[in-house]
């Protein structure tokens, strides 16, 4: 959006987290509304593998970027 359209980066970061949230809210509801059925098992290992993968990744990993390629 910053190079092609010329719009503002922070108009563009904000645009992106927007859409990211309304479709991500919207996914969430439409499985519930449908009543889809989950496997709990599997809900289970994904949530705790997304956690442990966040910590590690903010704790471990993003020290050790440089500002440019973390920006990447």
């Known amino acids: 959006m910053t190079l092609a359209?010329?719009?503002d980066h922070v108009v563009?970061?904000?645009?992106s987290l927007m859409i990211q949230s309304i479709g991500m809210t919207s996914a969430a509801f439409t499985i519930l509304y449908m009543r889809v059925k989950i496997d709990m098992n599997a809900l289970k290992y994904v949530t705790f593998s997304?956690?442990?993968?966040?910590?590690?990744?903010l704790e471990?990993?993003?020290?050790?970027?440089?500002?440019?390629?973390?920006?990447m």
């Open 5 to 7: 359209l010329g719009i």
């Open 12 to 15: 563009a970061r904000d645009f």
């Open 50 to 57: 997304g956690i442990f993968g966040t910590i590690f990744g």
């Open 60 to 71: 471990v990993i993003a020290p050790r970027l440089t500002p440019a390629y973390a920006k």
